[in-house]
């Protein structure tokens, strides 16, 4: 016998706002068009962020963006240039964006509870004088990201409180999970054993950039 399956109820956003109640006015005043200087300072002291990007159909994605603190760059308080590192060359954002500009930014400082917000529209770009700005380890990147700021906005730290993400015994958890190596094997059937897939990617983690 076979059940059909049921989906939780959706709540149409006129009764979402009704649950929620409306904003504060410092909230919503806080909302910025520009990078201004305490903006601009998180992100000279942001060493991660998350990309969030979505395609023509609105199938989403969301990336994480990871370098030395800084290696995002304020080009005006209008334009951000974020690198394109070595990664898995999946280019998910880039097809994305290539559909659909819009894209939202989360840095994160370790240590710190809140987080900035930054929205606007993104471009990719090989423009000599923006990839030297992003020279590490003696590499340039091929290609960096523009970003057309619309908004940007200090996120209060209730999440990050909530999850104890700074507090070092937080880190505990990671020795409940299996190791990438054991993860990948297992979803891959791959014929080599978890230890040998996890000191090859040590290895490649090593070769950063």
């Known amino acids: 016998m076979t059940h059909a399956r049921t989906r939780p109820r959706r709540v149409p956003a006129s009764e979402v706002r009704a649950r929620l109640g409306e904003p504060e006015g410092l909230v919503t005043e806080k909302i910025l068009d520009h990078v201004d200087e305490h903006a601009h300072r998180f992100i000279a002291h942001s060493p991660f962020l998350t990309l969030a990007t979505a395609d023509a159909a609105g199938r989403a994605d969301c990336s994480p963006r990871g370098d030395y603190p800084g290696f995002v760059k304020v ?28 894209v939202g930014l989360l840095f994160l400082v370790p240590g ?29 990147p091929d290609l960096a990201l523009i970003v057309e700021v619309t908004e940007v906005y200090f996120h209060c730290g209730r999440a990050l409180l ?24 297992s979803q891959l059937g791959l014929d080599m054993s978890p230890e040998e897939l996890d000191r090859s990617l040590e290895s490649a983690y090593r070769k950063l950039y």
Do not use: C
Not at 87 to 95: E, T, V, Y
């Open 75 to 102: 080009l005006d308080p209008h334009t951000v240039a974020i690198p394109d590192r070595a990664g898995n060359k999946i280019a998910d954002s880039f097809r994305n964006i290539a559909e659909n500009d819009g």
């Open 162 to 185: 909530r999850s104890r993400l700074w507090d070092p015994a937080s880190q505990a958890l990671a020795a409940a999970l299996p190791s990438p190596g054991e993860i990948v094997t």
């Open 112 to 140: 710190v509870r809140e987080t900035l917000r930054l929205n606007g529209h993104a471009y990719p770009t090989d423009e000599p004088d923006v990839l030297a700005r992003m020279q590490a380890e003696a590499s340039t």
